[in-house]
């Protein structure tokens, strides 16, 4: 093809691409407004405790006070003493019936958890020889909310509690009772590992991405009723697993975009829980090879795929879980030198051997591969969920 012609078939692709840019622009729809979750409920809020002297005969009740967690409320009154209510939330039966005593007080913001959904549920509140009983409505459920197709329950050795699931990127976090009936969820995306903090409060995954698939923003703390007390946005985000340490501060399993390493799910960060701010960091990249002991699904991308995070004030360690190496990890603390290794050690340098297990050779064994959640019992054993993909890490013996 002679120049001119070259030159001219230049022009008509980058005019060709320059139109098609136009177009794309030209029908692009609308960013959809939204406001920030924790004005829309502080607004909320503000509206419904403006007023607080209602009566325990005609109390006021806010059902889904704070928008997200449907099957809850508050029964909002005053009471001229101290006292202390009691209150019931009607169940099928004993173990599925919830009853707590709250402490003393003369202005009772009563958070009531564990409604069926949409049923008009009976909840009665106690004050010493006084009892109201209220009809509290919920909505049905989302049609999309997983139900169980069967149910198996002992009950004889089961107590009142609830079950509590969280999905990995979409779906419904929320908590079953033993009757498989759905008592409680939220509306948002708050995701991954659920968390009991020490003050009672719940930690989730924030409710918006960072980067695709699954990385969130950061963290929330909230109660059953949905309401957010504080969020922590972090530069890498969250994935998988955070850990509440005995200071209280939070140890996340996080990423680093900000150095453009190319790589995801190998950085922990430690959380100030008062400040937010990031006190600790740790990249995995610095202490264990990205090459080594790779599983069926090792990429350069995401070589360890960690998706635990333990501290365990014991030995002052930190264990880890590299579901693409197959294998949990223990590191020091402070120095974030590696303890020990647990799992297959086929595919490791003879440098890093030391560190596994090893394992006795005429007892019957199988080492976990793809592991998740790993983590540091109180005898000091080591706890885990053994995906079991494959095996072993050779493809002949899969």
């Excluded at 009991?196 to 991405?209: A, F």
Aim: with cysteine; proline share 4%; charged share 25%.
């Amino acid at each position: 093809m002679k120049t001119y012609q070259k030159f001219i078939m230049l022009i008509i692709i980058a005019c060709a691409a320059s139109i098609f840019i136009y177009y794309k622009v030209d029908k692009a729809k609308p960013v959809k407004k939204t406001s920030d979750i924790l004005i829309t409920q502080n607004k909320a809020e503000e509206k419904f405790l403006e007023k607080t002297d209602y009566t325990i005969d005609n109390p006021k009740v806010v059902v889904n006070p704070y928008g997200i967690s449907p099957l809850t409320a508050l029964v909002i009154f005053e009471t001229k003493d101290l006292t202390a209510p009691m209150i019931t939330i009607e169940g099928k039966d004993e173990q599925s019936t919830f009853t707590h005593t709250f402490t003393p007080a003369k202005k009772h913001i009563l958070p009531i958890y564990g409604l069926y959904a949409d049923k008009e549920n009976k909840v009665t509140i106690k004050i010493n020889k006084q009892e109201k009983t209220l009809t509290i409505k919920t909505s049905a459920l989302p049609k999309d909310l997983v139900l169980p197709t069967k149910v198996e329950a002992k009950t004889e050795e089961l107590n009142n509690d609830l079950y509590f699931f969280t999905p990995a990127s979409t779906g419904y976090t929320c908590a079953y009772d033993h009757n498989g009936d759905v008592r409680w969820y939220l509306t948002e995306n708050f995701v991954w590992d659920i968390k009991r903090l020490e003050n009672g409060n719940l930690l989730l995954s924030s409710n918006r991405l960072i980067n695709p698939p699954y990385y969130t923003t950061g963290l929330v703390e909230m109660d059953l009723t949905g309401k957010i007390y504080y969020e922590y946005s972090l530069p890498g985000g969250y994935h998988h697993d955070a850990y509440e340490m005995p200071n209280g501060n939070l140890l996340v399993a996080s990423d680093d975009f900000i150095s453009g390493n190319g790589t995801v799910e190998d950085y922990i960060v430690e959380i100030d829980r008062k400040t937010g701010d990031i006190v600790k960091q740790i990249d995995l990249k610095n202490i264990l090879p990205t090459d080594q002991g790779k599983s069926e699904n090792w990429t350069e991308y995401d070589w360890f795929h960690n998706n635990a995070v333990w501290y365990d004030e014991t030995t002052n360690s930190i264990t880890l879980s590299g579901r693409h190496q197959d294998a949990v990890v223990n590191i020091n603390y402070d120095t974030e030198e590696i303890n020990w290794i647990l799992g297959d050690p086929e595919g490791w340098e003879k440098q890093y051997q030391q560190y596994f297990f090893k394992v006795d050779d005429d007892k019957e064994f199988d080492w976990q591969y793809a592991q998740h959640a790993a983590m540091i019992l109180p005898n000091g054993n080591v706890f885990l969920f053994d995906n079991g993909n494959n095996r072993s890490k050779k493809k002949e013996n899969y």
